[in-house]
């Protein structure tokens, strides 16, 4: 069986030669990984942010799952990546930035966001970052809101001290065994969440 090097592929082997520690991975997500991550998320749950988007997989899912375009922010740190989801996903708003920095960005004047869906490699991330992260997604996501993220790992990325400092808790949804290498997706909320 002969494996073709897509020019996804090839952007993503790049990024990761160049900063390992960014990417987190050697490939785009697949398609079933895409598929668990954005199975809670529709036209329902209002504007969403994706952080780490890289080449759009999760993007393209979120779309099928009718998420209007121009309700997606895109938060992409690598310059390469943020120029080719703007060509991709032109009605999306996408910028670059570094994604343990959106509390001190004002990215929303209020607080829409009804998920945020995650493919940044929180186990190569210090503790402070991922607080930060969390924070400020959280600081802009309704009460009910969720948060999606993505592991290769065998538990949850976010430590259990982390989730209490910030009055959350993980959930599993599910593991896409599919996925090369397989992932798991948890869905992170604030404990004290209204019910319905």
Not at 80 to 87: H, I, K, P, T, V
Not at 97 to 105: C, H, I
Request: aromatic fraction near 8%.
């Amino acid at each position: 069986m002969s494996h073709t090097i897509t020019p996804d592929t090839f952007h993503f082997l790049r990024a990761w030669i160049s900063a390992p520690r960014l990417v987190g991975a050697l490939a785009p997500s697949g398609r079933a990984l895409a598929d668990l991550i954005t199975s809670e998320v529709g036209p329902h749950s209002g504007p969403v942010l994706e952080l780490g988007p890289g080449t759009g997989v999760f993007t393209r899912a979120l779309l099928a799952r009718g998420v209007p375009e121009d309700r997606l922010t895109l938060v992409e740190y690598g310059a390469e990546f943020a120029e080719m989801l703007r060509g991709r996903f032109p009605a999306a708003r996408v910028l670059q930035m570094d994604a343990g920095r959106l509390a001190r960005r004002q990215l929303f004047s209020d607080a829409p966001l009804g998920a945020v869906i995650s493919g940044l490699p929180l186990l190569n991330m210090s503790l402070r970052t991922t607080v930060a992260i969390l924070a400020g997604a959280f600081g802009y996501m309704r009460p009910r809101g969720s948060f999606y993220q993505f592991t290769y790992g065998p538990v949850c990325p976010v430590p259990r001290p982390v989730l209490d400092r910030l009055g959350l808790k993980a959930t599993f949804v599910g593991r896409a065994m599919l996925n090369i290498p397989p992932a798991a997706v948890y869905r992170i909320t604030a404990r004290n969440r209204p019910a319905g």
